[in-house]
């Protein structure tokens, strides 16, 4: 709760310092406040689980372990805007107080107890992401994005929004362990049509917010057009913070329709490998390609919900952190160094990267470290997610799943190699010689993205069984 | 803990070695491989010979999962372990006389490669060995990659694909049998010797022996998943095929002897007609193949897939001699094959061409290099007093007793291996006189320091072979005794 508060307090007071009209000071005070807000976060894990607003909100080592990665996640992702540091015509104050608001929402819906606060939560994160994902006024794509976002994300949170009204008319409940007794109770039998469209509902509309597949349709034109640094923080917090929420909500509220909704969502993880793995290894631009991967690690994180366990921890909790926690930082590293080359060479396709560790060995190599972590090799942090995800679900017997999606990860390794086959077995382009400009303080944040990558991936102990 | 300085040494090695530029960076990786191999050494002097593992190390790594850091070498490592750090200075040192751009992250990749090496024969969980497994891969990858020659880009790509692919086979059976070590209320474990007292049905056997043994089949590679070798081989910079086939070539066949035979001997007993045939058939086609050959490199690259054939048979003959045999074959393999190949190499560099045809006659201004390339040469050929003789010997011995008609077949390899070696030899080094004959230098003292070790080790297992069957027989002992139980 704490984070919460000192996050929207802190927002504002961000807001305000806009007024001094000095971008320099924004980056180093938005770091402050969001190290601030992870050690407040980290300060709630050892006390005992505490509820506000009527049990709305429930503060347990769930919602503080990934509330963790989400401010994590953003405190990584800050020091990549620097361009807008420098860029007098850009309205930084907004852009962080923002990202700083929608963190807010993520917390909400990682600590819900209520379906109305996971609907606020939703509301609050993506609200924010439709206005920065037209933050960059002038280019035309930009503002494409955010109309398709937001005209696409206003459906989906009706269609959630229809889908608990009628998980109330049904169950006569808001809280999800109060549904999770009505589902349970067989004297409700008669109202199973109306719980299941209602769970149908929410099925989709939380589907379109992870980009989960057939609900994915907007993903790769949204990245494309947003700037890449919003769009580094639409992939890793939207997707670790709904996947929580999903979780959440599966394992506490509808346990009891479990034979309903598990095959469901067996048919949308299918969908997802296939449409997120196909779909990256033909795209030529790296943005569009993580867009796509990042499908696909929808389609990975849905494993974890369908080996659910009936609890809040255990094999699948802990490999759906580990995921969202390896695959975040591995992504924040990608986006970062795609910023970092599309910034000063205006292109963001494989070419762009030709050569890149002939001219800046670090970026190659933090770039290689988080490419070989998305596709799911040894050393790397995303190994061990893999390994944590597959191995929840052949516990629970699900082997075809497991083939099917590790058939999937070997189509993963062919579009992943493709920037690191750039980088360091292609010559450069001739427009592109040039050294990238590195900032010292963006150079350290990379080294600690690829040891943080590294460390889960020698050390996992550390961050597997916390829940 | 020694082993744990085994492992980790090179890896810090390398990360020092980022300080280092040009000259510097060799001569810092090779002192490096040296200490390592002193290291190695002071474990062979003072481990004494049973098939117990000595020096484990058993820690919790993945504690809430049952899975540990363990580490061991018994006699099976403890060679395995002895020519990965015997080789790897001297490929270290075979690479001096090149100049790669970027040498310190060159030689760092290589001293990472020994990390991963060592890791794969030192693990006893099945984990750490996935791990280690795919760890050699990633710096192989990149030297391959990045200092391989024109066509390196598809054909590194092709390799990663592979064994990546098969080694994820590998990986769905140990989850499969990690999971099983949990059935009745067990803790799980992935510990080895928990594999290995599972009490699998011969049907869960028969489909978890292809898993594993697909993972190992294309690392070695075995006829039919060997499409990937020859390429490598011939597009990698030399140090890079002296490591894949030197060293990572073995990884297949200890995993076959470590991991496969031993967890699933039923799966063994129902396949190993399948794999002896693909086997002796490798050995045929390799051969064959071989002696069409012009290239020197893409020759000893299939005369490499005829041995591994051999060494695979051996395994799967399941006698004592064909075991022993292709212990000691994947020793004499190991030393022979990086010779060959930095002749090779050599030869390239003198003269820029490895077509066979081009060449001719370089014997006359080169004594030093014919005489030792011919004393390789006949190591590999399996000349009795030669580490090829011993080998050969046993392995075919083994095939034997497991059935005639393949012993038969599989003897075969000695003839053509003298044809297409031999013709080799003697169009290379003797027949007419080329445009190089009268120039090429002879062998350096840089040169020679590599070769000399290499033959004194081609001698000394042929003379002695004793000296190594007795280090690693208990432990093959022990494999055997697990199979037939």
Redesign the interface.
Known sequence: MTSIILLSVLGIVNLFLGFLRSNRMLLPVAMIILVVVFGANAYDWNSASQSYFNNMLTIDRYSVAFTGIVVLTTVLLLPFSQKYVRDDEANLAEYYSLLLFSLVGAIMMVSYENLLMLFVGIEILSISMYVLAGSDKRNVRSNEAALKYFLMGSFATGILLFGIALVYGATGAFYVSQIGEAVANPANASMQPMLYIGLLMMLIGVGFKVSAAPFHFWTPDVYEGTPTFFAAFMSTVVKAAGFAAFLKLLVQAFPAAQNFWIPTIIAMCVLTLLIGNVGAVAQNSVKRMLAYSSISHAGYLMIGLVAFNGALSGLSANGIFFYSLAYSIATVAAFGVLKLVSDQRQREDYTALNGLARTNPLLAFVMTVAMLSLAGIPLTGGFFGKFFLFGAAIDKGYIGLVVFAVVMSMVGIYYYLRPVIAMYMRPAEADATEPIAVGTFQAVVLVVLALLTVLLGILPGIFTGVL | MLTVLLLLFPVAAALLLHFAKGQAARVMAFGASLVEFALAIFIAVTSQHTARAQFEVNV??????GINFHVGIDGLSLLLVLLTTFLVPLIILASFRHDYPNAS?FYALILFMQTGLIGVFISLDA?LF??FW??AL?PIY?LA??WGSER??QV??KF??YT??GS?FM??AF??L??QTGVNGAMRSSDIIAFYNLNLSAAQQAWLFWLIFIAFAVKMPIFPFHTWQPDTYTESPAPATMLLSGIMLKMGIYGCLRWLLPIVPKGVSQWDKVVMILAVIGIIYGAIIAIRQRDMKRLIAYSSLSHVGLMAAGVFSITLMGMQGAVVQMLAHGINVVGMFFIADIIQRRTNTRQIPELGGLTRSTPLLSVTFLVILLGTVALPLTNGFVGEFLLLGGVYQYNNWLGAVAGLTIIFAAVYLLRMFQRVMLGPDSSFSAAIRDLSGSELAVLIPLIIMVFWIGLFPNVFLRISEPAILQIITMINR
């Open positions: 919790p790594w993945i504690a809430s999962a992250a984990f996935y791990f795919e760890v990633i990149f990659g990045i390196r880009i590194t790509f990663f694909l990546i692919i994820l990986l769905a989850v499969y990690y999971f």
